[in-house]
C-alpha cells in the first residue's frame, strides 16, 4: 500500500504525516470499511443500488446524469465550499474569481440550481461555492447530492469546506476556529442518525493535517485570532445552544454556565448547527473537510448577538479570508 497524499503544504514538520484519506492509514482509522476512493483520486461510492438507476436526478441542485455532461460541467473542481446563505456564497465565489485570477471579474455568477430554488450553487473555475441553509438535515440534503455531483463528474481528491459562523467559547468575539472535531447536543464526538428504526453513531472527526494546515497559514497581521478546537453542532439555536433568551427555557444561568464549562473543557471552541453531520459525512465519503467558521460572541458573555450589522459582515468575510489564502496556495504549490 503506498500513500496517496497530494500535499497542499509541504514544508510542515508540526503538520500530521498523512491526510486522515490516505489509502496507507486508512484501515487503521476506518477498521472494516474499504476505502472509498479509486486509485486515480476519484470518489467510489460504495452504494450499490445507485449502478441500477438509468438516470440519477439530483433533485434539489436540478441537475441530472442524463441531461448534463456532468464530467464536462463540474470535472475540474477541486474545492468544494459550503455555507449557510445565498448571499454569502455568492460573494465567496466573487472572492475566489479575484483570489485566483480567473477571468469575467465583474460578470454576474449564474446561480447554478436555479431550477430547484432550495439553494444556490457558483463554479468559479475549480471551486464551487454553494448554500447550505440553516441545520443538518438542510445541510446534509445538499452535501449528499454534492458528493454524488463530485462522483458523477469524476472530481479527483476534492477537498470540503465548510464556511460558518458560531458562538465562541472563551474567545473574542470575530475570532475564527478551524473544526477537529464535533460534539453533539449529547457531548459526544458522533452524529446520530435514525436508519430503518435504529440510530446510527457516525464519527464526526474532521482530516487533521487539513486542520493544522489551513490554521498554519494564519498570520498575526489577520487582525483576529485564529484558533482550532471542536464544534458543537447543536440542533438547535436556543435551548440546543444552552441559550436563556429562546421563548422556552426551564433551567438556570447557574445550569447554562455549567453545560458550556464542560464543553470548553472538551476542547470545544464554539457552537454551530452542522458540524457534526457535516464531519461525519465527508469522512464517510473519504473525503478531505474543513470547517472554518467565525465567532459572533463569546457565549461565555451572554446570547444575544450585539454587533452591528456592519461588523457582522465584516467578520463574516473572514473564514472565507483563511479558506481563499488555503486555496491559493494550493494552486501557488501546484
Ligand atoms: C450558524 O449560524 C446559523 C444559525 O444562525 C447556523 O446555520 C449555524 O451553523
Ligand atoms: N450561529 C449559531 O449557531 N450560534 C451562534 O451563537 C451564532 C451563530
Known sequence: MRCDCDYVLTNGE???EHYDNCRLVWDELHPGKPCPKNA?????LLNKHLDNLDVDILYHLGLDTRTYDLPAMFGDVKFVCMG???VRMREFAEYMREVLDLPNKGE????????????????????LSI????????MTTVLQEVIKLMYYAKVKDPIFFRVGTS??????????????FGVNGNLEKTYDVPVLGKTRKLPAFLDQRV???????SSDDDGFGTFMGGTMGADDFYRGQARLDGPFCDYTEADKMTFLKTLTNMGVRNIEMEATAFSAFTREAGIRASIVCVTFLNRLQGDQVTPSKTTLTEWQRRPMLVVGRYI???FKEK
Open 131 to 138: 448554500s447550505h441553509g440553516i441545520g443538518i438535515p438542510s
Open 84 to 86: 449557510g446563505t445565498k
Open 40 to 44: 486515480d483520486g476519484t470518489i467510489k
Open 211 to 217: 486542520c493544522q494546515e489551513v490554521q498554519s497559514l
Open 108 to 127: 454576474k455568477l449564474v446561480n447554478l440550481t436555479k431550477h430547484s430554488q432550495r439553494y444556490a450553487m457558483y463554479k468559479v473555475g475549480p471551486v
Open 14 to 16: 508540526l503538520l500530521a
Open 328 to 330: 491559493a496556495q494550493y
Open 167 to 180: 458562538g465562541g467559547l472563551g474567545i473574542p468575539a470575530g475570532s475564527v476556529v478551524v473544526s477537529t
